[in-house]
Structure formats: structure tokens, C-alpha cells
């Protein structure tokens, strides 16, 4: 951008939650030099999208976890929200602290089961031996059950079918089609070809009935695993890939009025929530009709960053519609299927655009940091 800003000392944006709307809310409000404090729970960004891999592939986990304080210095905050006085302007904190927003943007994200999702406040170097236990875990298990057929569990079975392709994998889904029910038919056929070229073996339609019964991502011998249409599957290690919630809790008791069915919040088309024009919510915890995915959150942070400058400088906002669907998936590292705008994308094309590194490179490079071999 090149470009700073001038603001007064009123100005200060807070940002809760750093996942990847927050943090490209938080580079470009550092590149515009506007006053913002980031704060996330944990001590790094978390490249989720490489998190599946990170849990298969050994040595891959330290390439999806950077560091918020090197990029963000004394402009990142690690605490816990534990509530937002509106009246006050004040975000407060787990430790008694209050942080002042002349705005705010709210970026909690969303949560889910282990590997695709982490939320664990533990600091970085423990989370990547997390990701490396499971990977040693997965490796000494010859099969492996997959619960949920969505693009996380899709993808889970590729990537250990890429790396491990002896081993035995058993996806189980509640529907008849695999992946994102937004997808084009045609992706979601080529996405069962791919994984029944790589002898997956499928269950769909049926659901796991005694999952509560099951020990999850840790290699158990003979488990039995029961399925609602009574098939029994013997399994050594059990994955979830199903259930994500939004991440509600930081912001729920202030906006109880706002919320959606799902927890998410009520958004106008400046991506501001309902009632409050120096409020915003993007990502995942903006109630905005389409898949919860990065690549949307990324565009939020854009059109929310150019709506808080243009209120500073008394311009009209930019309004945030939804387009066409670009939506890419990563099955192993050399294979995918997707759509770009609508249309549908292959193998080729997908593998040089995701599958290959999953964005790693990238977001260390926004993140202006130098990503460990």
C-alpha cells in the first residue's frame, strides 16, 4: 500500500481472534499505520489448512504454527476475551485487563475435533508436538476409520492413503455425496473417484453409533467400530472430521440480540454487526451465506480494513458480496479437484495451486517470517 494514515490518539482498533481474517485485518492496518492491538489466545497463528497434512506427514507440523508476536511486536496481546463492554468500549481480559477499541473487529473463528481444528491455549512448540505425536500414532496403525465425509474428511483420507497407501481407510459419512454440499456436482464425483482410486473404502449414508465409546486419534488395537445401518468396521485408530462450531464465547453475552441460529453474528453488507457502525465480525463468526473457508475470511478482512479507513476519512463504505465459489481440494499432495469462480478446476491446475505446500509458503511470507525447512 505504501500509504499511512494519519489518525488522532482516539483511533485504536482491537482485534479478537487471530486466525486468518484476523491476522490480514491486523497486516493491513499495520501497513496503513492505524493503531490496533491483536488478540488471540495463543501465542501463533495457526495454518489450518496445512493442519491435516501436519497430522500424517512428520516434520510438516512447524511450518503451520507463526508466531503473532514477531510479525505484530508490541501490537499482538496473547489473553483470553471474556467479555465486551459496549458501552465502554472496553474489551476485557482474562487477567482483569481492559482494552479501549474506537473500533472493533471481531474474528473469533470457529472450532472443531483435532487435527483439522486447534484451540488449546499451550504455547507453540507444544502444539507442533501434538500434531507429531498423532503422526506417529497414525504411522503405527494398518487401519484407520474416518468419521465425516465434508472436505476435512475427504482430504484426511487422501493425505494418509498419499503417504501410507498399504494402509487400510475407512470413511464413513451421513450422506450419499462426499465433500461441501456447495460444490459443483462435478467436483464432488471426481472427489469419490479420487478416493476410490486410492481403495478407500466407503460407507455412506450410515453414521457411527458408538462413537462415544471410541478412543480418538490414538492407535488402539481392534477397535470395533458400529455403524447406525449395522456394519462393523475393526479400526486401530479413529479420526473425527465432522462437528464445527463458531466460536461464540467472546462475544455472545454482549451481543445476545445479534446472534444467529448458530452462534454466528448478524452482519450488514459493510460487515458491520447490526446496530453498531464501528463494529465488524468476518470470517467465520459473520453470519454471511456462503462456506466457512479462509480464502472468505481473507476478503472480509479486506472490505472491513477499507470500511474502518473510509469512516476515518469520511468516504462511503464498501459493500461485501458474495461471489462465485472458489473452493480447491487438496487430495494428497498430488492431487486435488475444485472450482475457481464457479468452474470447475482438476488435478493439474489444483496440485500447483494448493495440494503441493497448502499455502504454508504464503502465509509465512505475509507473515514476513522465514518458514523452517
Known amino acids: 500500500m505504501g500509504s499511512k494514515l494519519s489518525v488522532d490518539d482516539s483511533v485504536r482498533v482491537v482485534i479478537i481472534g487471530g486466525g486468518f481474517g484476523g491476522t490480514a485485518a491486523a497486516r493491513q492496518l499495520k501497513s496503513w499505520g492505524i493503531p490496533f492491538i491483536l488478540v488471540d489466545m495463543r501465542d501463533a497463528f495457526h495454518h ?16 503451520t504454527f507463526i508466531s503473532y508476536s514477531v510479525t505484530f511486536e508490541e501490537s499482538f496481546r496473547q489473553a483470553k476475551v471474556v467479555g465486551i463492554d459496549l458501552l465502554r468500549q472496553k474489551v476485557l481480559l482474562n487477567d482483569d485487563e481492559e482494552l479501549f477499541y474506537s473500533h472493533l473487529i471481531l474474528a473469533t473463528g470457529s472450532d472443531g475435533p483435532f487435527p483439522g481444528k486447534f484451540n488449546q491455549i499451550i504455547d507453540m512448540e507444544t502444539a507442533i508436538q501434538t ?32 503417504e501410507y497407501p498399504a494402509k487400510e481407510i475407512t470413511l464413513i459419512h451421513s450422506k450419499i455425496a462426499l465433500a461441501d454440499v456447495e460444490l459443483l456436482p462435478s467436483v464432488r464425483q471426481v472427489v469419490k473417484e479420487i478416493l476410490l482410486r486410492k481403495e478407500v473404502r466407503l460407507l455412506l449414508s450410515d453414521r457411527v453409533s458408538n462413537l462415544h465409546m471410541l478412543t480418538l486419534n490414538r492407535f488402539q488395537e481392534n477397535m470395533a467400530v458400529k455403524t447406525e445401518k449395522g456394519t462393523e468396521v475393526a479400526a486401530d485408530m479413529v479420526i473425527l472430521c465432522t462437528g464445527i462450531k463458531i466460536n461464540s464465547s467472546a462475544y455472545s453475552s454482549a451481543f445476545e440480540d445479534k446472534l444467529a441460529s448458530n452462534g454466528a453474528l448478524k452482519v450488514n453488507q459493510y460487515l458491520q454487526v447490526e446496530g453498531y457502525d464501528n463494529i465488524y465480525a468476518i470470517g467465520d463468526c459473520a453470519d454471511v451465506k456462503e462456506p466457512k473457508m479462509a480464502y472468505h475470511a481473507g476478503l472480509h478482512a479486506n472490505t472491513v480494513v477499507a470500511n474502518i479507513i473510509n469512516s476515518l476519512t469520511q468516504k462511503p463504505l464498501k459493500t461485501y458480496q458474495p461471489g462465485s465459489l472458489t473452493f480447491l481440494l487438496s487430495m494428497g499432495r498430488n492431487d486435488g479437484v475444485g472450482q475457481i469462480n464457479g468452474c ?30
Not at 507429531?132 to 483420507?157: C, N, T, Y
Not at 505446500?357 to 517470517?369: I, R
Open 48 to 63: 489450518n489448512v496445512g493442519a491435516l497434512r501436519a497430522s500424517v506427514e512428520s516434520g510438516f507440523a512447524k511450518k
Open 131 to 162: 500434531y507429531e505425536d498423532m503422526a506417529k500414532e497414525l504411522q503405527k496403525s494398518p487401519r484407520i476409520v474416518i468419521v465425516g465425509g465434508g472436505a476435512a474428511g475427504v482430504e484426511m483420507a487422501a493425505e494418509i492413503k498419499t
Open 344 to 373: 470447475y478446476v482438476g488435478r493439474l491446475l489444483v496440485t500447483i495451486a494448493k495440494s503441493r505446500d497448502l499455502f504454508v509458503s504464503k502465509s509465512w511470507k505475509t507473515m514476513g517470517q522465514t518458514m523452517p525447512c
